[in-house]
C-alpha cells in the first residue's frame, strides 16, 4: 500500500524541520563555546595584565623607598613622599592605584615573644593598653600570647591553648609559633569579626624585634606606651610631630615612658605593606607586598598576597 501523497509530504516537511532545529542547536552551542572561551582567555590574559602591572608598582615604589633612605634615612614620617596616597593612574586599558603604609605605625605582634622564646611583659602591657584605648577586654592579650609562647599551659586568668580549641567546632590547635599574618587573630577565642576589625588597623606580623616608629604611629599606638599617655595626649603629641618628625624623641618620651620603653621606640622605618590594585575592564585585582628596606636602601618583598579589592 502506498501512502497518500499528502502524508508523505508531511513527513518530508518535519525531518526538514528537524534538520534545521538540529543544525541550529549544534551552531548555538558551537558559539556558546567560543564566547565562553573568549571570555576565559580574556580574562587570564587581563590577570596576566594586572599581575605586571602590580609588579611594576612593586618596583617602583621599592624605588622611592630607596630614595629615602638615601636623602633622609634618619627619619620616616607622614610628610614624605612615600607617604602620599596616589591619585589612580590610568594605564592601557585601565587603572592602577596603590598606598604605601609604615607597619612599624603598628604594634607588633610578634613582638610579644623575645628572641629567646620568653613572654614580653613590655610588649604584652603595650597590647592589653592597645585594647584599653579600643574599650576591648586586656585580657584578650593573654589569650594572643598563648597562641604564639611555645608552651600549652593558658595563661592565668583568661589565656587559651590546646584544650580551650579543642573544644571548638571545628577542633584545631595553637600554632605555638610566630604569626605571618594579623588576620590569625581571627582563630583566637574572644576575637570575633567586629572585634578583629576594630583591633586590625593597628596591628601588623613582622619579625619580632622591631621598634614602634612614632613619627607615623597614630594616637593609639602612642596612647600604649604608657598609662601617662591618653587619647588626650597623644593627639596633643601628634600636635606637635605636625606634618614632620618629632625634633627630639627622647626629649619628648622620656617623662612620659618607662625607660625600658623608650628602648622600643624609634624615627625610622624598615618594614612597609604596599597595598597596590588594578582595574582592567570588570577585572580586578589587588596585591599586598610586605616590603623590607635595609639600611642601603635595597626593598624587597618579603611576603605578597593576592586579593580582589
Ligand atoms: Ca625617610
Ligand atoms: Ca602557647
Known amino acids: ?7 508523505q509530504r508531511g513527513v518530508a516537511v518535519l525531518m526538514a524541520m528537524l534538520v534545521v532545529t538540529l543544525g541550529t542547536i ?12 573568549q571570555r576565559r582567555t580574556g580574562a587570564a590574559l587581563a590577570a596576566d595584565q594586572a599581575l605586571l602591572y602590580l609588579q611594576g608598582a612593586e618596583a617602583w615604589v621599592g624605588d622611592i623607598l630607596r630614595q629615602d633612605q638615601i ?8 610628610g614624605e613622599i612615600w607617604a602620599v596616597e596616589l591619585a589612580p593612574l590610568p594605564v592601557e586599558g585601565g587603572l592602577i592605584s596603590g598606598r604605601i603604609e609604615d607597619l612599624q605605625g603598628r604594634f607588633n605582634l610578634n613582638n610579644l615573644i623575645t628572641p629567646e622564646g620568653e613572654v614580653d611583659q613590655i610588649a604584652k602591657r603595650q597590647l592589653e ?10 585580657a584578650l592579650a593573654t589569650v594572643v600570647v598563648d597562641w604564639l609562647d611555645s608552651d600549652t599551659e593558658a595563661g592565668f586568668p583568661s589565656g587559651g591553648e590546646d584544650a580551650t580549641y579543642a573544644g571548638m567546632d571545628p577542633p584545631y590547635r595553637t600554632p605555638n609559633a610566630l604569626i605571618t599574618s594579623p588576620s590569625e587573630l581571627m582563630a583566637n577565642v574572644g576575637f570575633d569579626l567586629e572585634t578583629y576589625r576594630l583591633v586590625a588597623p593597628y596591628v601588623t606580623a613582622l619579625p619580632s624585634g622591631t621598634r614602634l616608629n612614632v613619627n ?3 594616637d593609639v599606638l602612642l596612647a600604649s606606651l604608657s598609662d ?9 603629641l601628634i600636635e606637635e610631630r605636625g606634618g614632620a618628625n618629632f625634633s627630639d624623641i627622647d626629649i619628648t618620651f622620656e617623662d612620659r615612658v ?11 622605618s624598615q618594614y612597609f605593606l604596599l597595598t597596590g590594585s588594578v582595574a582592567l575592564g570588570t577585572y580586578q585585582l589587588t596585591m599586598y607586598s610586605l616590603l ?4 642601603s636602601g635595597l626593598v624587597r618583598a618579603i611576603f605578597r598576597s593576592l586579593g580582589a579589592s
Do not use: C, F, Y
Open 71 to 78: 636623602e633622609s634615612g634618619e627619619s620616616d614620617h607622614l
Open 26 to 37: 549544534i551552531a548555538v552551542n558551537l558559539m556558546w563555546i567560543s564566547s565562553l572561551d
Open 258 to 268: 618607662e625607660p625600658e620603653v623608650l628602648g622600643r621606640i624609634d624615627g625610622v
Open 216 to 218: 607615623t604611629a597614630s
Open 228 to 236: 601617662d599617655i591618653d587619647l588626650a595626649l597623644a593627639a596633643v
Open 129 to 138: 593598653r592597645l585594647l584599653e584605648t579600643l574599650q576591648l577586654d586586656p
Open 292 to 295: 623590607e628596606r635595609d639600611n
Open 1 to 7: 500500500m502506498m501512502a497518500p501523497r499528502s502524508n
